[in-house]
T-cell receptor, first 115, second 112 residues
């Protein structure tokens, strides 16, 4: 059973909507990640938070806005998305970030459809 | 050349077969290596970490060859439930930054 939870499991939104994806981890990890995964492709890193601070932004469009309220929670705020943003959005956590030795644990993902 | 490359697959094997996947990486500064499995429409799940010369967990054996810059995953006595996509993941860290690189994945179908 995953110790990284994500809500909602599925989300359908229009291009003018504002929505948020939520992620929570219960492992005491200090690093959290957002990934985007299209069908039959590997996950693509979007953002990395380390100790609640944004450490990496992989040139993600501003219509995606991450937020880390505390070390256990990670949000992804969505606004004015495009149909091509439809994908599986995965949250992950690891013991530390910016340290190459630690494995990441993934949540079940939110399947997003933009209409 | 991609930073992490995997056998394209798919691999179609009968139950009970032994199957091996390879993954090559281009950055010699890479420090840690992992195999994840991903079922259709599910999240990647950590299968094995490969830190030094390799490790074994039941039917699964992972090997690391730093000189040739590749890792492998061997699955013995394949089960139907082993059918999934196997992702090779490489963590690279240096003073310039930190990266997690995913291979494109290898699909495995185990048939009765």
């Amino acid at each position: 059973d995953t110790e990284v939870t994500q809500t909602p499991k599925h989300l359908v939104m229009g291009m003018t909507n504002k929505k948020s994806l939520k992620c929570e981890q219960h492992m005491g990890h200090r690093a959290m990640y957002w990934y985007k995964q299209k069908a039959k492709k590997p996950p693509e890193l979007m953002f990395v938070y380390s100790y609640e601070k944004l450490s990496i932004n992989e040139s993600v469009p501003s219509r995606f806005s991450p937020e880390c309220p505390n070390s256990s929670l990670l949000n992804l705020h969505l606004h004015a998305l495009q149909p091509e943003d439809s994908a599986l959005y995965l949250c992950a956590s690891s013991q530390e970030a910016l340290a190459e030795l630690y494995e990441q644990y993934f949540g079940p993902g939110t399947r997003l459809t933009v209409t | 050349r991609k930073e992490v490359e995997q056998d394209p697959g798919p691999f179609n094997v009968p139950e009970g077969a032994t199957v091996a996947f390879n993954c090559t990486y281009s950055n010699s500064a890479s420090q840690s290596f992992f195999w994840y499995r991903q079922d259709c429409r599910k999240e990647p799940k950590l299968l094995m970490s490969v830190y030094s010369s390799g490790n074994e967990d039941g039917r699964f054996t992972a090997q690391l060859n730093r000189a040739s810059q590749y890792i492998s995953l061997l699955i013995r006595d394949s089960k139907l439930s082993d059918s999934a996509t196997y992702l090779c993941v490489v963590n690279m860290g240096n003073t310039g930054g930190f990266k997690t690189i995913f291979g494109a994945g290898t699909r495995l179908f185990v048939k009765a």
